[in-house]
T-cell receptor, first 117, second 113 residues
Framework: DGGITQSPKYLFRKEGQNVTLSCEQNLNHDAMYWYRQDPGQGLRLIYY???????QKGDIAEGYSVSREKKESFPLTVTSAQKNPTAFYLC????????????????FGPGTRLTVL | GESVGLHLPTLSVQEGDNSIINCAYS??????FIWYKQESGKGPQFIIDIRSNMDKRQGQRVTVLLNKTVKHLSLQIAATQPGDSAVYFC????????????FGPGTRLSVLP
């Protein structure tokens, strides 16, 4: 999976609990991303980070939070404010940092399936 | 297994036949496109990419065609094999940075023995 690890593979959470999904990369890529994947829909961007200690909201950031304290790590917290958290969550990384000299292929992790009980 | 892709369009092909998977994109200014393959319960894997200054690009057993006039992208897989069974989706880059990718919902390819 391109040097990106996500853990755990399956995660169960009770309603009202926060939960943190792990994403680690050894590609030395600057940019990292979190996507949510639901049946019948394309990937939707939750948050992204182009550099350490900086991150930006994506299209569906409400109810989620992230941190980027280290280049190789970009954990995602699904908070109790997220109304429909059950989904497949994908983390990705790309070299993306400056205007493209090479295009920004994203390498994906294996995903975490979150189910809220 | 992973439930992603339950409601996707499905393409069924006989093993050994060629497969053609289509994708319509939205932005005529998009200048970079990627095809991904996603097997059940796994993350997407890069297959092939193409820039907007090209009409065609070939890889190993795969060809991507880009028709900018009608904003259409296709992925052709030659001599389809059982291991090709997966969900395939396209991604278009609408800006200069990776966060500007827009992903299609995908097509499920089933290879029949």
């Amino acid at each position: 999976d391109g040097g990106i690890t996500q853990s755990p593979k399956y995660l169960f959470r009770k309603e009202g609990q926060n939960v943190t999904l792990s994403c680690e990369q050894n590609l030395n890529h600057d940019a990292m991303y979190w996507y949510r994947q639901d049946p019948g829909q394309g990937l939707r961007l939750i948050y992204y980070s182009q550099i350490v200690n900086d991150f930006q909201k994506g299209d569906i950031a409400e109810g989620y939070s992230v941190s980027r304290e280290k280049k190789e790590s970009f954990p995602l917290t699904v908070t109790s404010a997220q109304k429909n958290p059950t989904a497949f969550y994908l983390c990705a990384a790309s070299r993306d940092r400056s205007p493209m000299s090479s295009y920004n292929e994203q390498f994906f992790g294996p995903g975490t399936r979150l189910t809220v009980l | 297994g992973e439930s992603v892709g339950l409601h996707l369009p499905t393409l069924s092909v006989q093993e050994g036949d060629n497969s053609i998977i289509n994708c319509a994109y939205s932005n005529s200014a998009s200048d970079y496109f990627i095809w991904y393959k996603q097997e059940s319960g796994k993350g997407p894997q890069f297959i092939i990419d193409i820039r907007s200054n090209m009409d065609k690009r070939q890889g190993q057993r795969v060809t991507v065609l880009l028709n900018k006039t009608v904003k259409h992208l296709s992925l052709q897989i030659a001599a389809t094999q059982p291991g090709d069974s997966a969900v395939y989706f396209c991604a278009e880059l609408k800006g200069n940075y990776g966060q500007n990718f827009v992903f299609g919902p995908g097509t499920r390819l089933s290879v029949l023995p």
